[in-house]
C-alpha cells in the first residue's frame, strides 16, 4: 500500500507538470491525491498505524479488543485531523488575505497604482508596476497580487509583445515580493507556523537575494521594451454605486488593510496563536471601517456586490483547492515513513543543502513551486544543525523553489495565470525570460550562500 501511495504521488507530479498541455487542473490533481491517497491509508490502517504510531495507538486502545473500527477513529482523531488543521490554516489565512484585497478593491484603494504609472515611458512604467507587486505581495498571497496587475497592465498596454514581457516582470516581482516575508507566500506560513523559521530572521536573510532575482531580470526586460509604449490611460472606474469614499478615507482603508497585515508577525509572537486569526482579526476591522465609510450606500441597498474580477475570484478557488490537496496528500506520504526514508537517504549519501536546493529549484520549474517546496518541507522536522530553527535548509529550500518556478512559464500558478491573461507560449517564455530569471537566481543565491557561510564563519 505504501508503494501505492507512492505511485500516486509520482502521477500527481507528472500530471501537474503536463498539466499546460493535457489542460487538466492543477487543483483537481492535488485534490484527488489528497482525498484518495487517506482512502488508501485507511483501508489499510492497522499496518501504517501499527508501523508508525504502536505507542500512541496502544495507548488510546487501552483495555478495548483492537478492531477495524476502532483503527480507522484512530487515525481520524490522531492522525489525520492534525494534517487537517494544518492545512486549514494556510487555507484560513488565504481566504483573509484575498478578502482584504477584495475590500480594498472594491473602494478603489488600488486606484493610486494607476494614478503612479500614469506614463508612455518603458523605463518608469516597468518599474512603477513592478515595485507595486514587490510590496503588495510581500503582504498578499502571490496569485491575487499577481492577477489584480495583470488586469491593471492589460488595461494600460495596447501592444500584446509589451504585455508579454511586462506580464513577465509582473509575475516574478510577485514571485520575489512574497518569498522573503513569513506572510507573503504559502510556503514562508508553513515554515513559520511550524517553527522552522523566526519571521524577522527569514525576512533579514531572504530580501537581498529576492530583490536582486528581481531586479536583475527586470533590467534585463527593460532593455527589451521600446522607450515610448504602446499605452491607453481610460478615466478611473466609475464607482458610483459601490463606493463614494473620498481619497483620504481610501488611504485609511489601504493603511488598515496592509498595515494591520504587516503587525501579524508580532500578533503571532505576542500570543502564540496561528497567524490566521491575526489576518482574520485585520479583516474583521476592516470591514468594520468599510461598513462605516460606506454605510449610506448600504443602508439604501445600492452597494455593488461583485466589483472585484471574475479571474481573480476563479483563480484564487483554484488557488485554495490546490494547497488544501497537495498538503493533505503530502500528509498521507508523511505518515507512510516514507518521506524518512528519503531523508535518510539524502543525508547518507547528499548531505548538501544547496545540492538539495539546486535541484529543487529545477523540479519547481517543471513540476510547481509550492508542490516541491512543500515535498522538501515534509522531509525534515525541526531538529539541528542545517534543520533547526532558522537553519540553512529552510532558506534555501524557500528561495530556490520560488525563483525556480519561474524558470518555466508553467512552475507556478501565477505563471500560469500570465500564460492564459497574455497566450504567453512555452517556446517564447524560454528564449526571452528564462535566462534572464536564471540569471537572477543564480546571483540571488550566490547572495543568500554568503550570508549564510558568513555568519557561520
Known amino acids: 500500500m505504501t508503494a501505492i501511495i507512492v505511485t500516486m504521488l509520482i502521477l500527481s507530479y507528472l500530471l501537474i507538470a503536463t498539466g499546460h498541455l493535457t489542460g487538466v487542473n492543477k487543483a483537481a490533481i492535488a485534490m484527488f491525491l489528497g482525498t484518495i491517497g487517506w482512502v488508501v491509508y485507511i483501508c489499510w490502517g492497522q499496518d501504517f498505524v501499527m508501523a508508525q504510531h504502536p505507542a500512541e495507538y496502544l495507548e488510546w486502545l487501552g483495555a478495548k479488543a483492537s478492531d477495524s473500527d476502532g483503527v480507522k477513529l484512530f487515525i481520524y482523531d490522531n492522525v489525520f485531523l492534525k494534517y487537517v488543521g494544518e492545512a486549514a490554516a494556510i487555507v484560513m489565512f488565504l481566504l483573509a488575505t484575498m478578502s482584504i484585497v477584495e475590500l480594498l478593491n472594491n473602494n478603489g484603494c488600488f486606484d493610486f497604482i494607476t494614478e503612479w504609472i500614469r506614463t508612455r515611458n518603458s523605463k518608469r512604467l516597468l518599474w512603477t508596476i513592478t515595485l507595486a507587486t514587490f510590496v503588495l505581495s510581500a503582504n498578499l498571497d502571490n496569485l491575487t497580487t499577481t492577477t489584480m496587475m495583470l488586469v491593471i497592465m492589460h488595461r494600460i498596454l495596447q501592444n500584446s509583445r509589451q504585455r508579454m514581457y511586462v506580464g513577465s516582470a509582473i509575475v516574478l516581482a510577485a514571485t520575489c515580493g512574497g518569498l522573503f516575508t513569513v506572510i507573503g507566500d504559502p510556503v514562508g506560513l508553513i515554515l513559520w507556523g511550524e517553527g522552522a523559521v523566526t519571521a524577522s530572521h527569514f525576512s533579514a536573510y531572504l530580501a537581498t537575494p529576492a530583490l536582486l532575482a528581481w531586479i536583475v531580470p527586470t533590467i534585463l526586460i527593460n532593455r527589451e521594451l521600446p522607450d515610448r509604449l504602446d499605452t491607453a490611460w481610460s478615466p478611473s472606474p466609475y464607482r458610483g454605486d459601490d463606493t463614494r469614499l473620498n481619497r483620504w478615507q481610501r488611504v485609511v482603508m489601504l493603511i488598515v488593510g496592509i498595515g494591520g497585515l504587516w503587525f501579524i508577525p508580532t500578533f503571532h509572537n505576542i500570543t502564540k496563536l496561528a497567524p490566521f486569526l491575526g489576518a482574520l482579526c485585520v479583516l474583521s476591522v476592516l470591514w468594520v471601517v468599510n461598513e ?111 525563483v525556480g518556478g519561474c524558470l518555466l512559464s508553467f512552475g507556478s500558478v501565477s505563471g500560469l495565470a500570465l500564460m492564459r491573461a497574455e497566450h504567453v507560449s512555452l517556446g517564447w517564455y524560454i528564449k526571452h525570460i528564462t535566462p534572464k530569471v536564471l540569471l537572477g537566481w543564480i546571483l540571488g543565491s550566490l547572495i543568500l550562500w554568503l550570508e549564510i557561510n558568513l555568519v557561520n564563519y
Open 292 to 402: 462605516a465609510f460606506n454605510r449610506k450606500l448600504i443602508n439604501s441597498g445600492q452597494m455593488s456586490q461583485m466589483r472585484i474580477p471574475m479571474s481573480l475570484q476563479y483563480g484564487a478557488l483554484q488557488q485554495v483547492l490546490f494547497v488544501t490537496g497537495i498538503m493533505l496528500g503530502m500528509g498521507v506520504v508523511t505518515e507512510t515513513g516514507v518521506w524518512s526514508d528519503v531523508a535518510e537517504w539524502i543525508d547518507t549519501y547528499i548531505h548538501d543543502v544547496w545540492l538539495l536546493g539546486i535541484v529543487s529549484g529545477l523540479l519547481s520549474s517543471v513540476v510547481d513551486t509550492f508542490t516541491i517546496a512543500i515535498s522538501n518541507i515534509s522531509l525534515y522536522t525541526v531538529g539541528v544543525g542545517d534543520v533547526a530553527t532558522n537553519g540553512a535548509y529552510w532558506k534555501v529550500i524557500a528561495f530556490t523553489t520560488a
